[in-house]
């Protein structure tokens, strides 16, 4: 698995991120989604009603650089911050039988090229490039 043992937990906690794609034109569409942990794949599987009709599915079909932010407060007194953004490449999927989506048909699915953690093992901040092949067996 290319994701630790401690963002595996925290992503397990979590249902919300925000998806990053970019558009025909250049600009950033940024959309908030849900999303699965594919732990078979190493993979995020983002799922949702009617995905594939979305403008974030058709800016895939056409560049599939994505970035993916999951982060949240464990506190506000003290302040602490926690989250772990994935970069990487996307594929859209129109009906797999595969999926990690609690929303079945059509997902969106990341291949973690770089992953950046804040927050989750202590206070540490820690960023890694990652071979979205390999996963732990």
Avoid: C
């Amino acid at each position: 698995m290319l994701f630790t043992k401690e963002e595996i937990a925290y992503l397990s906690t979590q249902r919300l991120g925000r998806l990053a794609t970019v558009q025909k034109n250049g600009t950033v569409q940024a959309n908030p989604v849900g999303f699965g942990l594919n732990q078979k794949l190493g993979t995020i599987d983002i799922g949702g009603h009617d995905l594939a009709a979305t403008q974030k599915f058709r800016n895939l079909r056409a560049n599939n650089q994505v970035a993916l932010v999951i982060d949240d407060l464990a506190s506000v007194d003290p302040w602490r911050a926690r989250g772990i953004e994935i970069r990487g490449t996307a594929e859209t999927l129109d009906n797999p039988t595969d999926s990690a989506s609690r929303i079945p048909g059509a997902i969106i699915r990341i291949h973690p090229r770089r992953i950046i953690s804040w927050g989750i093992a202590s206070d540490r901040r820690d960023a890694r490039d990652v071979d979205s092949s390999a996963t732990n067996r």
